[in-house]
C-alpha cells in the first residue's frame, strides 16, 4: 500500500482515515521488506513520501503544520534521517517553524518585546528544570533546530523572513548558556550555527532595520567568555560579527573585550580555519565600529577605539604564529585605515618585540602596496619629530621628560625616536621593498612620495643635529647618523631621471651631513653596472668637482674626488673632464693635509687624465714629476700614522702606473727617475712593495728594451748604493729584455754582458754583510741567467767564457763571484756543461794551491760538487787529475766544511781506475791525519763510495786493510767506532763478510 499508493496517500492526506493511517505506520514498529532491504513501516512511509514530486505541491500550509507537528512528536521516539528528509521535500515558512517553537515551549515563550529577561514563560527564564517533560522539549528543539539549519542553507536566494526566528534563537541561547557543559555543548554548538545560518542569509540591509531588542550580542560575549569549545566560540564571534550591522554601538563598547579574546585565543591556534574565521570577523565588526563612531558626538572615540584594536593585536603578535602575522596586520590595518595606522602599527611592533620587530615590520611592508608604506614611513619619519603628550599617551611613553636624569639615562620617547629611524632604515635597505619598489618607481605618485621621504629626512637631520632637548650624546649621534641613513636608502630609490635632477641640489646643500649622504648614494649609483642613463651623467661633473675643491670635511671631500674618478671612467666624451684635468693640478695636490683625501686625489688625476688621453698630454710630466718627488723625499707630515703614508704612496704608484701605461712614449726623460724609484720602494718598503712591483713590472712591459740598456749603466749607479735595490733592478732589466726573441737577444748581448759584468762586481764593494752581498749576487746571477739561458748554446758560450775570463785572474772577490756564476750555471745546464767542465777543475786547482779564504773555499768546492754531479771527469790528464787531488786534500783545506761532499762527487764521477786508485789512496794516506774530525770526515766519503760503487770497490780493499787496522785502535772511541761501522757497512754492501782480509 505505501509503496503502491504514495501519491494517493498524498492527495489525500488531508482526510481521517489517511491522517489515521499515516499515525499508526509512525507509531508501530513492525518490520517489512522491500526491494530487498528490511526497513520499519515508518521508515518506508517516510522515505516514500519524501521522494515523491507531488509532495511539495499538494501539501499546503495547513497539512504542513500538521505533518511538521506529527514528525516534531514521533522524533521523540525515532530520530531517523527519513522524517527530516520529508521536511525538507516540502519545506515549511519561517513562521509554520516558529509556531512549532512555541508548541514545545508554549505561546507566550517567545512573544515578549525583549530577549533579556524572565518574560511571561518560566519554562524558558531562569528554570533549572531537568524533569523528563523538559528533556522531551530539548530532544524536539534541537531536532528542530537541525531541520532549520538544513532548510536556511537551502533557501537562498528565496524571499523568506527568517528574522522571525531570530528572537526565540536568542531566547533558547540564553536558556542553554546557563546549563552544565556536559549538557549544554551540543545545544550551544547547534543553537550558534543556526543563528549564524540566519543571520548570514539576512541582507545587511535588513539587519539594520531591526529593533535593538531583537538580538542579544551581549550573550553571545557570554558565550565567547565561558565556552570551553575553540570551534563554538569562533561561530558565537561570527555570529556577533553580523549582530554589529544591527547593533556597531555595543560593539564599539565592547571592541577592547571581542578583539583581546581574538588576540589571546583564536589567533594562537595555528589552525587555518581559526584564522579565516578570526579575519572574516574582523572584516565585519571593524567597519561597524567606524559606522557607531560615525553618529553625532562620538567621532572622538573613533580614533581611540582604533588604536586600542591595534594595540590589543600587537600586543599578542608574540603569541600568534609568525606564518600568520603578516596576513593578519595586512587585514586589520586595511579595515582600520592604512594611511593612518600603518606607521603606529610599525611603530608598536618594534616597541613590542625588541628582538624581532623590524623583521616583522619589513615583512607587513612587503604585502603592502609601495605608495602607502611610502606614505606610512613618511608619517613615521614626520610623527616622531615631534614630542607631544598625545603621541607619548598613543605608544604608552611617560608623558613628562625628566630633565635632571636625560643626560645619563635616556628618554623612553626618544629610544623610540631612534627605534622608528631604525625601522625606516631597514624597510628601505629590505631587498624586497626595494625590488617592488623597483617597479613602480616611474609612476608620478610614488616619485612625489620619495621626494616628500627625501625632504622628510633632511629636516629629520636639522632637526636632531640641532635638538635641544637634553640626551646623552651617543644617543643623540645615533639619531642623526640613523637619519642620514635614511636619506642615503630614500635617494637610493630615486628612479634615474629624479635621482640626477635632485642630486646636483642636494649636492650644494649647507647641511654637511645632507652632502656626505648624497654622496654616499651618488657613488653607489655610479659603480659598474651602473643603473644610471650614461648620456645624462654630465650634469654631475660641476657639482661633484665643485664640492671636491671646497668641502671641509675631509671624508665628504674624499668621496667627492672618488666619484668623480667614478664618473670620469663612465663619460663617453672626455670633454667634459677638461674642468676637472684644470682643477685638479699640482699645486691643489700640493695643499692636501689629509692623507685619505690627497689619496683619492692622486687616484682621481690618474683615472682623469688616462680618460682624456691626448688631451691630456701637456699635463701628465708634470704631476709625474711631483709624484716622483715627494715619492723621493718623503716630506708626509709626522702626524700621519705609518698606515696612513703608506695609503698615500700606494695611491702615488697606482696613479703613476697608470700614467705610464697611457703615455710611456711622453715620459722618456723622467724613465731613469721612475725606475730608480720603482727599485727602490720595491726593496726598502713592505708597506708599497706590492704596488712597486706591479709599477716595475709595469715600467718592463712598456719600455723598449734598447731604452733599457742604453740607460742600464746610469740606471745602475742610481742603485748601487741600496743594496735592496739592486735585485728590483737586474730583474727589471731581465723582464724587459725577456720581451726580445732569441735574434735581437743574440744582438744586444754585448750590452746584456757589460751590463752584469758591472753588476757582478757588487761583492768588491767595500760591505761588512756578507749575507747581504750573497743574496744580491745569486739574484744577479739568476736575473743574468734567465736572459742568457734563452740564447742557443752556442751563443751562450761564449758569453759564459767572456764573463768567466774576466773574473779568473782578479781578487778574491771576483774569484767567488765566478765560481758562484759557475754553480749556478751547472745546476741550469747539468750535463750540458760539458763545455766548462775542464776550465771548472782546472780554475779548482789553481785557486786552492795556496790557502784562500773560507768563503771562496766555500763557492769553489760548492760549484765543484755541482759541476761534477752532472758530469763525469774525462776531459783532463792524469797529471791534472793528480794535481786536483793533491790540491783537495791540502792540510789546510781538510777542515772545510764543503771538502766532504766535493770528495764524494769527484769519486763518484771518476771513471778511469787509475785515477780512481790514485784517489782512492790518497784518501787513505789522510786517515793517519792527527785531527779527529778529519779521519771522520774520510770514513764518510769512503762510505759513500762503497756505496756508490758497491763490489767494484774490492779491488782497492786490500790497501785500505793497513789503514782501517790503525784505525780500529785509534785513541779516539769515535773515530773507532766510525771505522767499525765502516767495516760492517762494507759487508752489508757487498753481502760477504771480509774478516779475512783483516788476518
Not at 71 to 95: G, I, Y
Not at 913 to 926: A, C, F, G, R, S
Amino acid at each position: 500500500m505505501i509503496t503502491q499508493f504514495t501519491e494517493v496517500l498524498i492527495d489525500n492526506l488531508a482526510s481521517d482515515s489517511v491522517w489515521t493511517f499515516f499515525s499508526s505506520c509512525l507509531s508501530t514498529k513492525m518490520i517489512v521488506t522491500c526491494s530487498g532491504l528490511t526497513k520499519q513501516v515508518s521508515h518506508l512511509l517516510l522515505s516514500s513520501l519524501a521522494s515523491s514530486p507531488l509532495l511539495a505541491e499538494k501539501v499546503k500550509d495547513k497539512q504542513q503544520a500538521k505533518l511538521l507537528s506529527s514528525l516534531v512528536k514521533f522524533c521523540l521516539s525515532d530520530t531517523t534521517l527519513e522524517a527530516r528528509n520529508l521536511v525538507l521535500a516540502s519545506p515549511p515558512s519561517p513562521s509554520l517553524l516558529l509556531d512549532q517553537f512555541k508548541n514545545i515551549w508554549g505561546q507566550e515563550a517567545f512573544s515578549g518585546g525583549r530577549v533579556v529577561g524572565r518574560g511571561k514563560f518560566s519554562l524558558l527564564y531562569g528554570s533549572k528544570d531537568t524533569s523528563e517533560e523538559d528533556v522531551e522539549r530539548w530532544v524536539q528543539t534541537c531536532w528542530l533546530l537541525e531541520v532549520t539549519e538544513k532548510l536556511v542553507g537551502q533557501q537562498k536566494g528565496k524571499e523568506e523572513d527568517w528574522l522571525l526566528l531570530a528572537r526565540p534563537m536568542f531566547v533558547l541561547l540564553r536558556k542553554v548558556a546557563d546549563m552544565e557543559v556536559e549538557e549544554g555543548t551540543y545545544k550551544l554548538s547547534l543553537l550558534l550555527s543556526v543563528l549564524l545560518q540566519l543571520l548570514s542569509f539576512v541582507p545587511d540591509s535588513k539587519l539594520r532595520q531591526l529593533e535593538t531588542g531583537q538580538l542579544d550580542p551581549e550573550l553571545l560575549v557570554h558565550c565567547i567568555r565561558t565556552s570551553p569549545s575553540p570551534d563554538t566560540r569562533q561561530t558565537a564571534l561570527q555570529v556577533l560579527a553580523r549582530c554589529a550591522v544591527s547593533n556597531p554601538d555595543f560593539i564599539l563598547q565592547n571592541s577592547i573585550t571581542i578583539f583581546t579574546f581574538m588576540g589571546s585565543h583564536l589567533l594562537k591556534v595555528d589552525s587555518k580555519h581559526s584564522f579565516q574565521v578570526a579575519c572574516q570577523a574582523l572584516e565585519v565588526i571593524v567597519p561597524a565600529i567606524k559606522t557607531a563612531c560615525q553618529a553625532p558626538g562620538k567621532a572622538h572615540q573613533l580614533q581611540a577605539t582604533c588604536l586600542g584594536v591595534l594595540t590589543t593585536f600587537v600586543d599578542a603578535s608574540l603569541d600568534i604564529p609568525a606564518h600568520r602575522l603578516t596576513e593578519f596586520l595586512v587585514r586589520l590595518i586595511n579595515c582600520l585605515g592604512d594611511s593612518e595606522h600603518l606607521w603606529i602599527a610599525a611603530l608598536l611592533l618594534v616597541r613590542k618585540d625588541k628582538a624581532g620587530g623590524e623583521r616583522r615590520v619589513v615583512e607587513l611592508f612587503s604585502q603592502l602596496e609601495v605608495e602607502r608604506g611610502l606614505e606610512a614611513l613618511l608619517r613615521l619619519l614626520v610623527n616622531t619629530r615631534s614630542d607631544g603628550p598625545h603621541l607619548r599617551k598613543m605608544f604608552g611613553v611617560r608623558l613628562e621628560r625628566r630633565e635632571e636624569e636625560a643626560v645619563e639615562k635616556p628618554d623612553e620617547w626618544d629610544v623610540l625616536r631612534l627605534r622608528a629611524l631604525q625601522v625606516v632604515t631597514q624597510v628601505l635597505s629590505a631587498t624586497s621593498f626595494k625590488r617592488r619598489v623597483g617597479q613602480v618607481v616611474e609612476e608620478d605618485e610614488v616619485g612625489q612620495m620619495l621626494n616628500l621621504l627625501i625632504e622628510a629626512a633632511i629636516l629629520t637631520i636639522q632637526e636632531y643635529g640641532t635638538i635641544s632637548v637634553p640626551m646623552p650624546a651617543k644617543l643623540k649621534k645615533n639619531l642623526v647618523n640613523q637619519s642620514e641613513r635614511v636619506l642615503e636608502y630614500s635617494l637610493s630609490l630615486l628612479p634615474p631621471s629624479l635621482f640626477l635632477q635632485l642630486t646636483s641640489s642636494l649636492l650644494s646643500s649647507t647641511t654637511p651631513s645632507v652632502r656626505q649622504r648624497a654622496l654616499e648614494v651618488v657613488s653607489s649609483k655610479l659603480a659598474p653596472p651602473s643603473p644610471l642613463p650614461i648620456p645624462s651623467l654630465s650634469p654631475l661633473v660641476s657639482p661633484l668637482i665643485t664640492l671636491a675643491l671646497t668641502e671641509d670635511q675631509p671624508h665628504t671631500q674624499q668621496l667627492a674626488l672618488l666619484a668623480v674618478r667614478q664618473l670620469a671612467k663612465l663619460l663617453p666624451d672626455p670633454q667634459q673632464l677638461l674642468q676637472a684635468a684644470e682643477a685638479f693640478s699640482c699645486s691643489f695636490l700640493s695643499q692636501l693635509n689629509n692623507p685619505k683625501v690627497l689619496g683619492a686625489a692622486v687616484l682621481s688625476c690618474g683615472d682623469i687624465l688616462t680618460c682624456l688621453g691626448p688631451l691630456a698630454v701637456g699635463r701628465v710630466p708634470g704631476l709625474v714629476a711631483w709624484l716622483c718627488t715627494r715619492l723621493e723625499k718623503e716630506e708626509e707630515s709626522n702626524e700621519w700614522t705609518e698606515k696612513e703614508v703608506a695609503v698615500v704612496h700606494n695611491s702615488f704608484l697606482y696613479c703613476l702606473q697608470r700614467l705610464v701605461e697611457a703615455f710611456v712614449g711622453f715620459l722618456h726623460p723622467l724613465l731613469p727617475r721612475l725606475v730608480a724609484l720603482s727599485c727602490k720602494l720595491t726593496g726598502s718598503s713592505p708597506s708599497t712593495i706590492g704596488r712597486s712591483k706591479m709599477l716595475l713590472t709595469c715600467l718592463a712591459t712598456t719600455i723598449p728594451p734598447h731604452t733599457t740598456l742604453s740607460l742600464s749603466t746610469q740606471l745602475l749607479e742610481s742603485v748601487w748604493s741600496e743594496a735592496s735595490s739592486v735585485p728590483a733592478f737586474v730583474n727589471f732589466v731581465a723582464d724587459n729584455c725577456r720581451r726580445l726573441e732569441r735574434g735581437q737577444l743574440s744582438s744586444v748581448s754585448k750590452q746584456v754582458v757589460d751590463l752584469f759584468t758591472r753588476a757582478l762586481g757588487y761583492r768588491s764593494r767595500p760591505t761588512t754583510d756578507t749575507e747581504t752581498v750573497d743574496q744580491v749576487e745569486d739574484s744577479i746571477i739568476s736575473a743574468f741567467l734567465s736572459i742568457a739561458l734563452r740564447l742557443s748554446l752556442e751563443d751562450f758560450i761564449p758569453v759564459y767564457q767572456r764573463l768567466i775570463s774576466l773574473h779568473l785572474v782578479g781578487t778574491d772577490a771576483q774569484l767567488t763571484t765566478m765560481f758562484n756564476l759557475t754553480n749556478k750555471v751547472g745546476s741550469k745546464l747539468k750535463s750540458l756543461f760539458s763545455f766548462g767542465v775542464e776550465s771548472c777543475l782546472l780554475a779548482v786547482t789553481n785557486v786552492l794551491k795556496d790557502e784562500r779564504p773560507a768563503g771562496l773555499v766555500s763557492a769553489c768546492l760548492n760549484s765543484l760538487t755541482t759541476v761534477l754531479t752532472y758530469n763525469k771527469v774525462e776531459v783532463i790528464t792524469l797529471v791534472q787529475y793528480e794535481q786536483l787531488v793533491t790540491t783537495m786534500l791540502s792540510t789546510w783545506l781538510l777542515s772545510s766544511t764543503s771538502l766532504s761532499s766535493s770528495l764524494v762527487q769527484l769519486a763518484t764521477s771518476t771513471p778511469d781506475d787509475t785515477n780512481w786508485k790514485y784517489l782512492h789512496y790518497q784518501l787513505l794516506l789522510v786517515l793517519r791525519d792527527s785531527r779527529a774530525s778529519v779521519r771522520l770526515m774520510v770514513l764518510s766519503v769512503l762510505t759513500k763510495c762503497v756505496t756508490d760503487r758497491t763490489d767494484t770497490y774490492l779491488p782497492v780493499l786490500p790497501d785500505a786493510v793497513p789503514f782501517l787496522q790503525e784505525i780500529l785502535e785509534d785513541d779516539d772511541q769515535t773515530v773507532e767506532a766510525a771505522c767499525r761501522d765502516f767495516i760492517q757497512h762494507m759487508e752489508t754492501t757487498f753481502g760477504q763478510n771480509i774478516e779475512s782480509y783483516f788476518v
